[in-house]
């Protein structure tokens, strides 16, 4: 079982910054992938970014120039920085995690285990 808790969305004007963050716990944190993955209104859950235990990055073609994934195993604690915000960014920011000990990493939300709550980011034009 994992617990996840997102924090740091806010209203942003455009071309700001952002850093979010996760905190996780729960048992073998080693054996998943952590997961960003956003949802702006009317539209389906997307791929943001990943990072597996030892730091190996994935992101979306559509943010790799802005955003950073990035955890800190010590602190248990998952991170987004977000550069350059625009107003196509607004949505709801979600942490996840993907027990990969018989799986391979992956970019599909369905095959993620463990969800926070969101975090609402808001960007003004």
């Known amino acids: 079982q994992v617990q996840l808790v997102e924090s740091g969305g806010g209203l942003v004007q455009a071309g700001g910054s952002l850093r979010l963050s996760c905190a996780a716990s729960g048992s073998t944190l080693s054996r998943y992938v952590m997961g960003w993955f956003r949802q702006a209104p009317g539209k389906e859950r997307e791929f943001v970014a990943r990072i597996t235990w030892s730091g190996t990055t994935r992101h979306a073609d559509s943010v790799k120039s802005r955003f950073t994934i990035s955890r800190d195993n010590a602190k248990n604690t998952l991170y987004l920085q977000i550069n350059s915000l625009k107003p196509e960014d607004t949505g709801v920011y979600y942490c996840?995690?993907?027990?990969?000990?018989?799986?391979?990493?992956?970019?599909?939300?369905?095959?993620?285990?463990?969800w926070g709550q969101g975090t609402h980011v808001t960007v003004s034009s």
């Open positions: 996840a995690a993907q027990n990969v000990r018989y799986r391979n990493p992956s970019t599909v939300a369905a095959e993620y285990d463990y």
